[in-house]
């Protein structure tokens, strides 16, 4: 049961590999022209676990001058019927830590009798990771996508998205 609800827990947290679609601005400063780059990565991935239950995931990662501004994840995993409801608290309990921090909104649905969806985001320029630390307490992991504020892109896709598929 605990494995159950640590996988809906992980795959809540985990992110994706991808291409991205970027745009140059001019912007004039004095004399110097500086080129800000920003664009929007969206990646997906699906997974199923050794017991045939699912796993869909998207994740979509805004990015401005090669650092990661935002990121949203939503994930709809299939749980056994009889574990929905106790992964579903569970999970909200979790959702209730996070959204207590400002920069990060998280949220569990129960989508059918088997499916619950998170919707988690994560705002770089509002998150305060020792609040995360303070809320989270021994549940802060340090590799979590929402653990730091200055990721670069590179940095993102290689610790994140590794599994992910971009279009």
Do not use: R
């Not at 988690?120 to 509002?126: A, G, I, N, P, R």
């Amino acid at each position: 049961m605990w494995k159950k609800v640590f996988i809906v827990l992980l795959i809540s947290t985990l992110l994706i590999t991808g291409c991205t679609k970027e745009k140059e601005v001019d912007k004039d400063t004095s004399k110097d022209k500086v080129k800000d780059v920003s664009g929007t990565l969206t990646c997906t991935k699906t997974e199923t676990d050794e017991d045939n239950l699912k796993t869909e995931s998207t994740m979509i990662i805004n990015h401005k001058n090669n650092v990661v501004t935002k990121v949203e994840e939503t994930s709809i995993q299939e749980v056994e019927e009889s574990y929905l409801d106790f992964t579903l608290l569970f999970s909200n309990g979790l959702a209730e830590k996070l959204n207590a921090v400002d920069g990060i909104n998280a949220n569990f649905s129960k989508e059918d009798n088997n499916k619950i969806k998170s919707v988690m985001s994560v705002d770089y320029e509002k998150l305060n990771v020792e609040d995360l630390k303070t809320s989270l307490g021994e549940l802060f992991n340090e590799d979590t996508f929402y653990s730091s504020k200055s990721k670069t892109l590179e940095e993102f896709k290689t610790n994140n998205l590794a599994d992910y598929e971009c279009k």
